[in-house]
DNA sequence: GATAATTTCCGGAAAATATACGGAAATATG
DNA sequence: CATATTTCCGTATATTTTCCGGAAATTATC
């Protein structure tokens, strides 16, 4: 029931490449082909692997804008609506209620300025109890991943 | 030479699940699993996809803070070695140079709040050039995702 | 508007891979 | 030390991926 180090292994190959076949990431880390589908399977299952995805070049799609917007909203009352529709929006990649000057952070992607100047006016700002916002555009991005560190527990609990 | 509807529609459902086989992707698109594959193949040659991983829970590997770090460099001589060594921390998932009043965005993961400063304190604030932080933790994430939006392009070019 | 050239698409065969399963090894338990 | 439990592995089977030749469709050319 925990996460070993031969798991830790297997997450960190399949966090990079997951179309990898069982018989390379045996090979990588010392198991046999069916004991690594064994624990694949039982990390899918235990939540530990929540999805196997393509990442995509936003740039190549046409999305050459990204960009970061703070929200401030005037009420606790308006924390759910605000939640659910900004869920919704394919523009927005993350949405973290963080802690500071304003309430919630945005990652926005979209084709252009013009593009994005709509999702904030028309879509976001428009909804209710979102009193302020302040946006930041990236420039570029040295970085851009959803990999995690493997690399171990932070005390082992023996 | 373009991605047109069919490809837009298989890039929305790999970058939501890419362990479906061709036949069922096939089906989903109305398109034979072949032609999945041709496609598929040529939109990993050109880069439209750029890697196929999988996404893992941070909390249950024992990654429970999340944090946004501004940062300001003293001067433009010190961005090629901040990029450089900032880049390689596992614990950074994303760096973005920003318009604003700070220079730099980095996304954290970190196991605690002892972890997270040691991170900032010891491996983000040493490195030369870094003269300011402002650190925002995330309380919640109701979105966190790297899905763009695969709808349609800015303008058909014809 | 007919023909040719190019591209896209498809079906089927072969190779590679994933999956299921029974039993062996290792580990934990009493 | 015996037993129970878990992890691990090899093998056999089912599924999937991959390749290839040709049909269909699209585009270009005259």
Redesign the interface.
Known sequence: ME?DQSD?RL?AL??????QSYAELAKQCGLSPSTVHDRLKRLQA?????????????I????DI?A?VQITLSHPKTVAGF?DK??KL???????????DFDY?LKI?A??AL?LERTITDKIKTIEGVIRS?T????????????????R??QDQS
């Open positions: 996460v830790r997450l399949i966090q990079d490449d997951c179309r235990r939540g530990i692997i929540k999805a196997q995805v393509a990442i995509l070049d936003p190549a799609l046409g999305l990204c970061f939640l900004v869920v394919p523009e927005v990649q993350e949405c973290h209620h963080v802690t500071g952070l992607r084709s252009n593009a302040h930041a555009i990236a420039l570029s991005s040295a970085k851009d991943t959803p990999a995690v560190d493997c690399g527990t932070s």
